[in-house]
Antibody, heavy 119, light 106 residues
Framework: QVQLQESGPGLVKPSETLSLTCTVS????????WSWVRQPPGKGLEWIGY???????NYNPSLKSRLTISVDTSKNQFSLELSSVTAADTAVYHC?????????????WGLGTLVTVSS | DIQMTQSPSSLSASVGDRVTITCRAS??????LNWYQRKPGRAPQLLIY???SLQSGVPSRFSGSGFGTDFTLTISSLQPEDFATYFC????????FGPGTKVEIK
């Protein structure tokens, strides 16, 4: 059974960079797409962006200028970096797998990790 | 962006009840609509994909229907383990999610 586990700091200071890693176990990074999704407290889910196992990416336009998503196939991991964070970036961050860029579904998700942006 | 709405936002039901949750897209999305279940402390689980296809391992009491802008998730006979939050997702253009429907014990 494929499992995804998010990891990273739970507290980030305003204006700094939020960095998270998703480790995939029970299966391979290839040939799948890997997304990040977040849910701010009391709000709905927001798709952040995805990386293909080859390294190609697609980002939510609202976050694109601050966002980098990368993949490390040797470690079966992919990562998220979100720069210049503010309190609005406080959220539970999930990673998830899908089989194509669009027109698809997320068949495995991570439990999620809470990241709080605060000084 | 395609906006997704769900109704109701919450409902109370008893074990054995038939439960229906509705999801509406702000524009047509064909059948690019998925349903997920979310429980506290657990990762979201895919229930239905492509509007009506049951994900492997999901009990057959879950079913989905719809096309275009209006979609429905039905639980034919609610079980104790089904008390959870359900949300829809469109994948026609990027990915956006519904706000969720919380199913509580009556």
């Amino acid at each position: 059974q494929v499992q995804l586990q998010e990891s990273g700091p739970g507290l980030v200071k305003p204006s700094e960079t939020l960095s998270l890693t998703c480790t995939v176990s029970g299966g391979s990074i290839s040939p799948y797409y890997w997304s990040w999704v977040r849910q701010p407290p009391g709000k709905g889910l927001e798709w952040i962006g995805y990386v293909f196992y080859s390294g190609s990416t697609n980002y939510n336009p609202s976050l694109k200028s601050r966002l980098t998503i990368s993949v490390d196939t040797s470690k079966n991991q992919f990562s998220l970096e979100l720069s210049s964070v503010t309190a609005a970036d406080t959220a539970v961050y999930h990673c998830a797998r899908h089989r194509s860029a669009w027109g698809t579904h997320f068949d495995f998700w991570g439990l999620g990790t809470l990241v709080t942006v605060s000084s | 962006d395609i906006q997704m709405t769900q109704s109701p936002s919450s409902l109370s039901a008893s074990v054995g009840d038939r439960v229906t949750i509705t999801c509406r897209a702000s524009q047509t999305i064909n059948t690019y609509l998925n349903w997920y279940q979310r429980k506290p402390g657990r990762a979201p689980q895919l229930l239905i994909y492509a509007a009506s296809s049951l994900q492997s391992g999901v009990p057959s009491r879950f079913s989905g229907s719809g096309f275009g802008t209006d979609f429905t998730l039905t639980i034919s006979s609610l079980q104790p383990e089904d008390f959870a939050t359900y949300f829809c997702q469109q994948s026609y253009s990027s990915f956006t999610f519904g706000p969720g429907t919380k199913v509580e014990i009556k």
